[in-house]
């Protein structure tokens, strides 16, 4: 599996942005399918973007389209959050994950391999 580490969160105004960046270890970086979930005090942890193994193809949740835009890196094995015009219900711990499958289920259970989480603090 591969070993993922998220930087980049924080707090921020509401308006504002903030780029979260996962790097991970291994050498087949560019193998896996990867993405970005939240997870909010009290709540599910929930889906918000998604990026194919070439970076040809990304898909993001409703609440963040036009707001959020995923990116990748595989020379430098990263992936990227960019987060603009942040609203406080975008306020939760940022999860990297990745996957092996070509494109799997964009739920929790559908990435086999976690970062640790970076918390995203949007202030009203």
């Known amino acids: 599996q591969v070993q993922l580490v998220e930087s980049g969160g924080g707090l921020v105004q509401a308006g504002g942005s903030l780029r979260l960046s996962c790097t991970a270890s291994?050498?087949?970086?560019?193998?896996?399918?990867l993405g970005w979930f939240r997870q909010a005090p009290g709540k599910e942890r929930e889906f918000v973007a998604a990026?194919?193994?070439?970076?040809?193809?990304?898909y993001g949740a409703d609440s963040v389209k036009g707001r959020f835009t995923i990116s990748r890196d595989n020379a430098k094995n990263t992936v990227y959050l960019q987060m603009n015009s942040l609203k406080p219900e975008d306020t939760a711990v940022y999860y990297c994950a990745a996957d092996q499958s070509s494109w799997p289920a964009l739920t929790p259970e559908g990435f086999g391999s976690w970062g640790q989480g970076t918390q995203v603090t949007v202030s009203s």
């Open positions: 291994g050498r087949t970086f560019s193998s896996y399918t």
């Open positions: 990026i194919r193994r070439s970076g040809g193809s990304t």
